[in-house]
């Protein structure tokens, strides 16, 4: 089996624990008082916040139709026809959620304006790299929203069409995909730092008949002009029937183009068209590095429902409360992070740099806009620790009493530095889930203590687990991450994909029924997880499995490297060969000694399976667009793929970095005399 580092069973020293007033004024503690009163959930047990949570879990997963129910009645959610089952059909893939019940998110997400206490509060803060917070009252976001709306019905949009948005993570992105659900039909969007082919290789496949586009961002402190991408969009996308212009850098809109302000203003109504719980509001991409990216769909009822649970039980979230999670439109976590509004919480939206002008900018914008909870990536945290920002001592973060990461595992010297440099009473939640899902598999549980390098728990309503080749489940060793129940945000299917065949061999080929993620994943003996990174790219020795994660996080803590890529290449021979590509730190030599360094370092905190065969200097990490680190299509390229069969182009940072794996390839080939051609 699977070898793997995570702690033994015994249970280890956590390294935060909530307060007890802080477990009983959790939203999840009444969540789980109500469902056990109203809906049959276990009784909570006065003092064992550990124990509730494992009942409270294991019967959201046992019980899913009652769970769901009560979540929906929980969090009052508005059916305008009723519904006749939570979950009539609980098959993988093609559960049925909700049978019979309509509704519209953006009603839910704009619930809050009808308060007039409320109404003139901010629903939204803009902040750009000026660090100077803009607010968007409840009142002003519905009526610009209902504005838009009636010009999209204006225009012929209709249910079931597609509106797509090129722009910032600002408040018009926000307007935009309310109007779009509140009509019924359907989003996507991307962040205007991709190409435009990026762009096309997305939006073609979805053929939206509306394009809201920015004539340009602001970023690393400089303006960054978009109206030649926007002109080749308009040409590339022939079923548009109109182009709106968010006139960002100030300029007019071009021939043909309606100006934002002439379409969000007015007086119209708010009027939110009733939709089934199946029906999709937007279309997420794949990171598509080894082709088109995958079209994903999501649905109104599905994504509503998952992230009222998320956001307000898991990361406790509710009025008065402020989210800010450093992200682009091209990533999910935007997506997520527009949903703060269906609990009653303040949105807020930074566009700029995540370390302009200097490392320590999110902290600053976390400061100045007393974010409640701070999302953000692992990477950064990182490089944090490395740049030796002290948050803590250097800034008021007395509101923030959160900060969760996501993108890739956390390190347990990430954990460590945000508990002595951020704040020993922070609470670290580090969460994994995946655009597929548009939500966290695990993570954030705000009634239970944190361990180094753990994720706290599955989120309620998800059947997580780890499975072994057989489909055995594990504990306490590595295995496949997998979803054994339905979960209401798992896709309603790909674009284009109408006999879902692509969406089955995405996740149910491996195990019929039941939904593969793609990551290896540990869940321990007290309920805790671990991610350990994809399970397409592991390390395997001698039969042995290793995740890329744990490699990274004893390699990039040395200050030397900046940035490292491992993979291990299955060659024609039977051979195996696992090199490890380091970016080094600013001044620093890639020498024998550095070398050696780097390989102590593994052997000692891991073991010799895990010492790379070869070291080697590369001048930058690839990267998906939405920041993945390109172990797979890498991979293949070391194995003799052309670079076009291994990764499209359109969805890598740096597509030229690539060329240094082609040759690569091609030069081992020459001194082995083997023939590594496709």
């Known amino acids: 089996m699977p070898t793997d580092t995570t702690p033994h069973p015994a249970t280890p020293a956590p390294l935060w624990r909530p ?6 004024d959790a939203r999840l503690t ?5 469902a056990a009163d109203r809906y049959g959930a276990p009784t909570p047990r006065a003092g064992d916040p550990a124990a509730d949570y494992a009942a409270l879990h294991g019967w959201s997963v046992a019980e899913a139709d009652a769970f769901w129910r009560a979540v929906a009645d929980w969090f009052a959610v508005r059916f305008r026809t009723p519904y006749t089952a939570a979950l009539a059909d609980a098959a993988m893939p093609g559960a049925r959620w909700f049978p019979g019940a309509t509704l519209n998110y953006a009603e839910h997400a704009l619930r809050t304006a009808e308060d007039p206490a409320r109404a003139d509060t901010p ?3 803009r902040i750009d790299e000026r660090l100077t917070p803009e607010p968007v009252t409840w009142a002003d976001l519905r009526r610009a929203t209902a504005n838009l709306a009636a010009t999209l019905r204006d225009l012929g949009v209709r249910p079931g069409d597609r509106v797509s948005g090129y722009l910032p993570n600002i408040p018009e992105a926000v307007v935009a995909l309310l109007a779009t659900a509140a009509v019924g039909a359907v989003w996507t969007s991307c962040a205007p730092d991709f190409g435009a082919r990026s762009v096309l290789d997305r939006f073609q496949q979805v053929e939206p008949v509306v394009l809201i586009a920015v004539d340009g961002y602001r970023y690393g402190g400089r303006a960054h002009d978009r109206t030649a991408t926007v002109a080749e969009l308009r040409r590339g996308l022939p079923t548009l029937r109109a182009v709106v212009h968010v006139p960002l850098l100030g300029s007019a809109p071009p021939e043909g183009a309606l100006a934002w302000d002439d379409v969000t203003s007015g007086d119209a109504p708010a009027v939110y068209d009733p939709v089934p719980f199946d ?14 990216p995958k079209a994903i769909v999501h ?12 956001i307000g039980l898991h990361c406790d979230l509710g009025p008065g409360d402020r989210l800010f999670w450093y992200t682009s439109t091209g990533w999910m976590m935007w997506n997520f992070l527009v949903s703060a509004l269906l609990t009653g919480t303040t949105a807020v939206l930074y566009d700029g740099s995540p370390a302009h002008p200097g490392t320590d900018a999110q902290w600053r914008v976390a400061e100045r806009t007393r ?13 944090c620790a490395k740049a030796g920002v002290r948050p803590g001592r250097d800034l008021d973060l007395s509101a923030t009493r959160c900060v969760a990461t996501t993108g890739s595992p956390l390190p347990p010297d990430g954990f460590r530095w945000l508990h002595e440099e951020a704040g020993e009473d922070l609470w670290i939640a580090s969460v994994s889930g995946g655009t597929d899902v548009c939500s966290c598999f695990a993570g954030a549980v705000p009634t239970l203590p944190v361990y180094v390098g753990e994720l706290q728990a599955p989120g309620l309503g998800t059947a997580l687990a780890a499975w072994g080749p057989a489909g055995e489940p594990l504990t306490d060793a590595v295995g496949e991450l997998v979803v054994t129940a339905p979960m209401p945000s798992m896709p309603v299917g790909f674009w284009n994909d109408p006999d879902g065949a692509r969406y089955r061999d995405g996740y149910f080929a491996v195990y019929p029924g039941v939904w593969r993620h793609g990551d290896w994943v540990t869940v321990t003996s007290r309920g805790t997880v671990v991610i350990h990174g994809r399970s397409d790219s592991t390390l395997n020795r001698q039969g042995v499995r290793m995740g890329s994660a744990d490699i990274y996080e004893t390699v990039e803590r040395l200050p030397e490297i900046r ?30 000694g550095l070398r050696e360094r780097v390989r102590t370092a593994i052997r000692a905190e891991l073991s010799p399976r895990h010492v790379p065969d070869e070291i080697v200097e590369v001048p930058a990490v690839p990267h998906t667009l939405t920041g993945k680190r390109l172990e797979v299509p ?17 969805s890598v940072d740096a597509p030229e970095l690539l060329r240094f794996y082609e040759r690569l390839a091609r030069e081992r080939a020459a001194v082995s005399g083997a023939d590594y051609s496709e």
């Open 19 to 24: 307060a007890q007033e802080q477990i009983a």
């Open 123 to 125: 629903a939204l803060l």
């Open 279 to 292: 029906h999709p509001l937007w279309v997420l991409y794949s990171s598509g590095t080894t082709g088109l």
């Open 371 to 383: 974010a409640t909870v701070f999302g953000t990536s692992a990477a950064y945290v990182m490089a």
């Open 30 to 34: 009444a969540f789980h008082a109500f």
């Open 563 to 592: 940035e490292s890529l491992v993979v291990g290449v299955e060659e024609r021979d039977g051979g195996y060969w696992m090199p490890l590509f380091v970016r080094l730190a600013e001044g620093a030599v890639l020498d024998d």
């Open 634 to 650: 890498v991979k293949r390229l070391l194995q003799g793929a052309a670079l076009t069969e291994a990764v499209n182009p359109g």
């Open 299 to 310: 649905s109104q009822g599905g994504i509503l429902l998952e992230h009222l649970k998320q």
